[in-house]
């Protein structure tokens, strides 16, 4: 069955010791650097269960590093139990703890604190905004099939104002001309959807079915664009992975293309006109106007090491890829050049879990 990674992790971490917070392989002092902006934010999951998740700070330029970066500004803060994602909100970053059922907000170019929200929260997930208030995801108990919601923010406040109730397993979110849409990983089962819901009303308005498993999506020239993965072989019910094209003004899909049988794509990201996704150790690139998939991968990661991509960006015709490694100690973040030529490495906190450019 389908479960969130950090129940793995969790299986993992009773075998192995943690890496502590105070740990610093970066590549300046663990001091306050003051300025974050000019770079790159990376969310460091953590061990599933321990307060070890931590942000990494990488500049544009390669110049400068820092992991434990939170912590460097905030000595007396722990920022949590697994890191899940970041949104940023005007000069706010708000980073979301999924076992810690919190979120930590602070001050995306200073890293300095500034609240925590942590009530209404159940098993979090991923964050949007939309219309002056802020969603989150939420699983609810991962067993029980009718309780996931989105949590709507009160920004000014910083307090969950409400929620909204949706199928199972709630995951990624983006927003689009006051309209959030959401994919329906499954939770621990399958799910094969994606929600509309519209932040006026904070209702679903619509239900467009997609392929199994859909992990990642992004918004483009008024599309939405989905890679589900499909069942994995392992379930004894494997189903194809999908390339999904919705067109937003009708909310219908326009386009559907299949993947071979026991291809199962992740990490969508859409730059430069082009559509970039993952598979196992693999980076792909095509076109968007493109009507089929790329026969062969932009470029291996198996050199590195790397034997499935766990997180995934492309920013400035630079390709980040993230290691969990064991996902018991520290990963590593792997910079490539937009033909797939490794031009930077650097070891991270546990976990690499996300890329946020700021």
């Given amino acids: 069955m389908i479960f969130k990674r950090v129940i793995m992790i969790a299986a993992i971490a009773v075998f192995f010791a943690s890496c502590s917070d105070d740990d610093n392989n970066g590549t300046t002092d663990n001091l306050p650097l003051g300025a974050y ?20 700070y990488l500049s544009n330029d390669f110049a400068t590093f820092q992991n434990n970066a939170f912590l460097a500004v905030n000595p007396t803060k722990v920022l949590g139990n697994t890191g899940q994602d970041v949104g940023f909100y005007n000069d706010l970053a708000f980073v979301v703890l999924n076992a810690s059922n919190k979120i930590e907000i602070i001050n995306r170019y200073t890293l300095e604190y500034v609240a925590t ?22 699983w ?34 983006v927003e689009n001309n006051g309209k959030l849409y959401v994919a ?5 089962g399958y799910g094969n959807t994606v929600s509309v819901i519209n932040s006026t009303s904070n209702t679903v308005t619509n239900t467009i079915n997609v392929g199994d498993v859909p992990n990642s999506l992004q918004i483009e020239n008024g599309s939405l664009y989905v ?82 991509i766990y997180s995934f960006a492309v920013e400035n015709n630079k390709i980040y890829v993230g290691d969990a490694a064991d996902y018991n100690s520290n990963g590593k973040v792997y910079i490539y050049s937009n033909t ?7 070891t991270v906190g546990v976990i690499p879990a996300g890329f946020y450019f700021n």
């Avoid at 929200?117 to 939420?138: E, H, M, Q, W």
């Avoid at 792909?284 to 026969?295: Q, W």
Wanted: one cysteine or more.
């Fill in 340 to 346: 797939g030529a490794l031009e930077n490495d650097f």
């Fill in 227 to 308: 890679i589900c993965g499909g069942k994995a072989s392992w379930t004894n019910d494997e189903t194809l992975g999908k390339l999904i094209k919705i067109n937003l003004d009708t909310e219908t899909v326009s386009t559907s293309i299949d993947f071979a049988v026991g291809n199962h794509p992740s990490n969508l990201y859409i730059a430069d006109n082009s559509i970039f996704y993952t598979q196992d150790s693999d980076v792909f690139k095509m076109s968007l106007t493109a009507s089929s998939l790329p026969t062969t991968s932009l470029f291996s990661t198996v050199g590195q090491g790397v034997y499935g």
């Fill in 117 to 138: 929200i942590d009530s209404g929260l159940d098993n979090p997930r991923f964050i949007a905004f939309a219309n002056g208030k802020g969603y989150v995801t939420n």
């Fill in 184 to 188: 329906h990983q499954g939770g621990y």
């Fill in 37 to 56: 902006d000019n770079g790159v934010l990376i969310l460091n999951q953590g061990n599933f269960g321990q307060d070890n998740s931590s942000i990494s």
């Fill in 140 to 173: 609810g108990d991962g067993g029980v099939t009718t309780d996931d919601y989105v949590a709507t923010l009160n920004l000014t406040n910083y307090t969950v104002s409400g929620s909204i109730p949706v199928v199972e397993g709630p995951e990624r979110i």
